[in-house]
């Protein structure tokens, strides 16, 4: 695992990184999920993984995730990213 890039964004309370694996298949988001914190010293349920990407034909792979101090800042940034449904008002009767 090489470290690519370490930021400590104290905006939003989170450090982001990114990292190129070598492996034989893509590693899912879990096992990244599993080795970061481990590397990092953080814990697993604090880690939001952004993407896991490889070229055709190479056993590299460039890993980005934030890590967030809490897992309250997470779940509030998780909320913000994703598109929440809107709710059809009832008809009047």
């Keep these: 695992m090489k470290i690519k890039k370490d930021f400590k964004n104290e905006l939003l309370n989170r450090r982001e990184v990114e ?7 893509t590693p899912s988001f879990a096992d990244m999920a599993k080795k970061l ?3 990092f010293k953080a814990h697993e349920d604090n880690i939001m ?3 896991v990407g ?3 034909g190479r056993s590299t792979f460039l890993v980005k995730a ?5 897992k309250e ?3 509030a940034a998780f ?15």
């Design 54 to 56: 490889g070229k055709f």
């Design 73 to 75: 800042l997470k779940e």
């Design 66 to 70: 934030s890590i967030y101090d809490n």
């Design 49 to 51: 993984m952004e993407k």
């Design 19 to 25: 990292v190129v694996v070598s492996a034989d298949k």
């Design 37 to 39: 914190a481990e590397h």
């Design 79 to 93: 909320k913000r990213l994703t598109k929440q449904k809107k709710v059809a008002a009832a008809p009047a009767a």
